[in-house]
């Protein structure tokens, strides 16, 4: 815990006045950098129409910017603890946003893809820059509120980012998508340059960088990711099928890649970790500061950003598809449907301030948990062809209330006893972390998904074949889905009674999927049991100065007010 004879905050009249201001700006960022997260889900069928895209293409479109993104959190984390926040924010803005404009002007694939690996550099910088900036600027109970609006946007627009994105893509193009991050990019930027200040390094040393073990966490973190994101393609054995990423290509009955991706991944970690381990206890810089995880809020708080994500993104993932596939809900309708999620989420991040002030950060982190265990088995139990939207309704509402605590003070747990001038490395690992949850529960409830509905398929049908073929090649689309070819559908393919089962099925195996990743939010819960009541709150301003009777400028061990290292 933190030490209680240090103030752990600078003199309220050094408060920054334009920190709640600076908060919109870096909000604004984080929905850039989320909704291009997954707005090429519903973007594909265009983009692959306008430049020629193949399978392989299309798989990599998403695929490189999350592998390049959850690998180099680490390492950006870390450089932006030695050459300040705001300038890696910036920094990280700017990559974005020209990554973005390469993306939205490519005439081919392969510079989309290229486009969308430089996004994920910019979003890897920007992200535990905009994390530690909120944790540098806001005490006390502030810091709460603060984290709860950060919070909520990481949830609200993850679900509802495939859906703005859809309505953007229907109204103008899938260029447009990418495009419009110009104007937000600008306007974050400015803002965050006029609404904080910089503070010169404590010591005045030059910065020492560990590129050595940079390079090991992007091999460690990246290869990981690789496996996780195309197991399901390449095969966790042996290849099932001739597949590839661009030009190259793995034939049927060979190693799958996802091997070597595995093992590179596996030696990369331990190198790494007894490499840190060496150059921490010989004094020198590293790029994850392994005595982090002695620090019991920061340790379960990461394993637990893992854990929900994992079901919260599994879920997330298999919502839109039902709704599209099975119901035939329209962009619009799934959207109006999903907003139950926003409305839960925002009274959840609203109220989550007064929730910490009376039981602690960690009381409500649980309640937020349990909120989305109860909703998601609720959603998994309103699955069938029959559902409607008010059906969902309440359950969604939950669920976002669930989100809303979760999200909001997660951070706030996470980082709450962690020194600021090590606030980089401690925001990019838990990024680090939701990313390899957020992999493993598209690819593991995604297996479920589709494994559970062949299954389905193979007991209520007397040849499934064609059929999971059918559907199998189009997502689901050839379900019941509005945005199909009506040629490609199975009532006209094949017969009604064929389709009625293959929504039930569909209904069957998403639910299942939906219980699984219930399950795996009920574990967040479980490993909590180490943080007995709330985290204890940072002293107010007023107590700070209170505790001492002289003006003392704060270390680089304490959060550093209205100054950004």
Do not use: C
């Amino acid at each position: 815990m933190s030490d209680p004879s240090a103030p752990s905050a600078p003199e309220a009249a050094d408060l920054n006045p334009r920190r709640w201001l600076m908060l919109g700006f870096l909000s604004a960022a984080m929905t850039m950098v989320m909704i291009d997260a997954t707005v090429l889900n519903v973007g594909v069928p265009q983009l692959a129409a306008d430049i020629g895209a193949g399978p392989s293409d299309i798989q990599w479109f998403n695929a490189a910017y999350a592998l390049v993104f959850a690998a180099l959190l680490i390492t950006f984390g870390q450089a932006a603890d030695r050459v300040g926040y705001r300038r890696m924010f910036i920094l990280g803005a700017s990559v974005f946003v020209l990554a973005s404009l390469v993306v939205a002007l490519s005439p081919a694939a392969p510079m989309v893809i290229v486009g969308r690996a430089l996004q994920g550099v910019g979003g890897a910088m920007l992200v535990p820059a905009t994390l530690s900036l909120v944790n540098s600027h806001f005490f006390g109970r502030e810091r709460g509120s603060a984290f709860a609006i950060w919070g909520v946007v990481i949830g609200v627009v993850a679900a509802l980012g495939p859906i703005v994105g859809g309505l953007v893509i229907e109204v103008a193009s899938w260029r447009w998508a990418f495009a419009i991050n110009v104007p937000i990019a600008a306007a974050a930027i400015i803002g965050v340059l006029f609404t904080t200040t910089v503070r010169p390094r404590a010591d005045g040393s030059r910065a020492e960088y560990d590129i050595a073990g940079a390079a090991l966490s992007a091999v460690a973190v990246g290869g990981l990711v690789f496996a996780l994101i195309e197991g399901p393609v390449y095969g966790w054995g042996i290849t099932a099928t001739e597949s590839g990423i661009g030009p190259l290509t793995w034939p049927e009955g060979a190693p799958s890649p996802v091997l070597a991706s595995l093992l590179a991944s596996v030696v990369a970690g331990v190198v790494f970790w007894r490499r840190e381990v060496r150059r921490s206890r010989s004094g020198h810089t590293v790029v994850l500061a392994l005595s982090l995880f002695r620090v019991t809020t920061f340790a379960v708080g990461t394993v637990v950003g893992l854990v929900i994500m994992f079901g919260e993104f599994g879920m997330i993932l298999t919502l839109p598809l039902f709704l599209q596939n099975v119901l035939g809900y329209n962009a619009f309708q799934a959207g109006a449907t999903v907003a139950s999620i926003t409305v839960g989420g925002l009274l959840g991040a609203s109220t989550s301030g007064r929730f910490v002030g009376w039981k602690g950060t960690a009381t409500t982190v649980r309640w937020g948990v349990l909120a989305q265990v109860v909703a998601m088995v609720g959603i998994a139990s309103t699955y069938s062809p029959t559902a409607t939207a008010w059906g969902f309704a309440p359950w969604l509402f939950l669920f976002g209330v669930g989100v809303g605590l979760t999200n909001a003070q997660l951070l706030n747990m996470v980082l709450a006893d962690i020194p600021v001038r090590q606030s980089g490395q401690g925001s990019a690992t838990q990024s680090t972390s939701r990313q390899i949850g957020i992999a493993l529960g598209v690819a593991v409830i995604g297996a479920v998904l589709w494994t559970s509905l062949d299954r389905q398929l193979d007991v209520q049908l007397v040849d499934a074949a064609p059929v999971e073929a059918a559907i199998s090649g189009s997502s689901g689309a050839a379900i019941n889905s509005p945005d199909v070819d009506p040629a490609d559908r199975l009532d006209v393919r094949f017969d009604v009674e064929t389709q009625a089962k293959a929504q039930e099925a569909f209904s069957t195996a998403v639910a299942r999927a939906t219980y699984v990743g219930a399950g795996f939010v009920a574990l967040a819960f479980i490993a909590m049991a180490p943080i007995r009541g709330g985290v204890p709150r940072p002293p107010q301003p007023q107590q700070a100065v209170s505790a001492s009777a002289g003006v003392r400028r704060p270390t680089d061990d304490e959060p550093m007010g209205p100054s950004v290292a």
